[in-house]
């Protein structure tokens, strides 16, 4: 449930980011045989990100890891860009203010551990996935019920298009 401040916040977001590794998949990664890494994404939070960009809310992921699956993944799903390799995810936030002309408060921010508390501090609206490092989840203004890679980008993305009152709009076509 979402306190009136939290509502308040999720109502001026502009740009979601989010992290890939425990955020938008459950935080495992696996290799193949061949030496492939393998993710796995919950088709709900892709869908949440697909409603968003339809109402006109952008998404982007930063990451400490590079991979060509999130590549695909962010590719898919229209997103406005991809970071990764970052170690210091401020960097990549720092462009994507100066990139779409945003206020730290007009930025949500999904992360799950301690890499991700120094962006987590500079956003308007940050969110850990209910799974999340002790840590992370004692510095947020918001906490999933949901975990990681299990539909919690979905959640965020469903209260963010409630509270800027575009959910109607943005899942018209569905109700018909």
């Known amino acids: 449930m979402m306190d009136a ?11 979601l980011i989010v992290d890939i590794d425990g955020v938008m998949t459950d935080g495992r990664i696996i290799y193949s045989i061949y030496g492939d890494e393998l ?6 939070d892709g869908f949440g990100i697909a409603l968003l960009n339809r109402s006109g ?7 400490a890891k590079k991979s060509r699956i999130v590549k695909m993944r962010a ?18 936030f720092n462009k994507l203010l100066r990139r ?19 962006v987590l501090k500079r956003v308007g609206f940050s969110v850990a996935v209910s799974n999340a490092a002790e840590e ?16 919690a980008v979905r959640e965020v993305c469903d209260l963010i298009l409630k509270s800027q009152g575009k959910w109607d709009t943005a899942t018209s076509r569905y109700f018909k």
Do not use: H, W
């Not at 401040?5 to 740009?15: G, W």
């Not at 992370?136 to 539909?151: D, N």
């Open 57 to 63: 809310i952008k998404c982007a992921i930063i990451t």
């Open 39 to 44: 993710k796995f994404f919950d088709v709900q």
């Open 136 to 151: 992370v989840k004692a510095g947020v203004q918001y906490i999933t019920s949901r975990t990681g890679g299990r539909g």
């Open 75 to 92: 590719r898919d799903l229209k997103m406005a860009g991809a970071y990764q390799g970052y170690q210091d995810k401020v960097e990549p």
């Open 100 to 118: 779409f002309r945003l206020s730290p408060e007009e930025v949500c921010f999904m992360g799950d551990d301690l890499i991700d508390i120094p």
């Open 5 to 15: 401040n939290n509502i308040e916040r999720a109502k001026r977001v502009k740009l």
